[in-house]
């Protein structure tokens, strides 16, 4: 079976090696030390650590990645929801952001009224991270 490393596990779990050494220390995922000394994690283990983190089981450090670079943070001012498709609305200092998103991705999130969310604007499309 193949095993990580925590550096390894970070990278694919999308969290700083800090937050995943965190993580094994206060024994959310178990390691075992190899012959020089290193931390290691079980694969088995690591994936469904993994998913665990999936289904948003995330801690507050975790920080989302993403490829849209133009963040707006602001509060959640509207939250219209249709049967299959939602808008959004951010208030961001002068700025107010409207995104398009499925009503499914607005329940994930959990987005409502006077709640914190970042906007990213990439292209013509406003991506909606919960923060």
Do not use: C
């Not at 943070?73 to 951010?90: F, M, N, S, W, Y």
Request: proline share 3%.
């Amino acid at each position: 079976m193949q095993s990580y490393t925590i550096g390894q596990a970070a990278r694919l779990l999308g969290v700083s090696p800090d937050t995943a050494r965190r993580w094994a220390d206060a024994g959310r995922v178990v390691t075992h030390r190899d012959e020089g000394g290193r931390r290691l994690i079980n694969g088995r283990d690591l994936a469904a650590f993994s998913v665990e983190v999936g289904q948003g089981a995330h801690l507050e450090d975790a920080e989302p990645y993403t490829s849209a670079r133009n963040a707006f943070p602001g509060i959640v001012t509207a939250v219209k929801l249709g049967d299959v498709a939602a808008q959004v609305e951010i208030q961001a200092g002068p700025h107010r952001l409207v995104s398009l998103l499925t009503r499914e991705a607005v329940e994930e999130l959990g987005l409502e009224v006077g709640m914190q969310a970042t906007a990213r604007v990439k292209s013509t499309s406003v991506h909606i991270d919960r923060t």
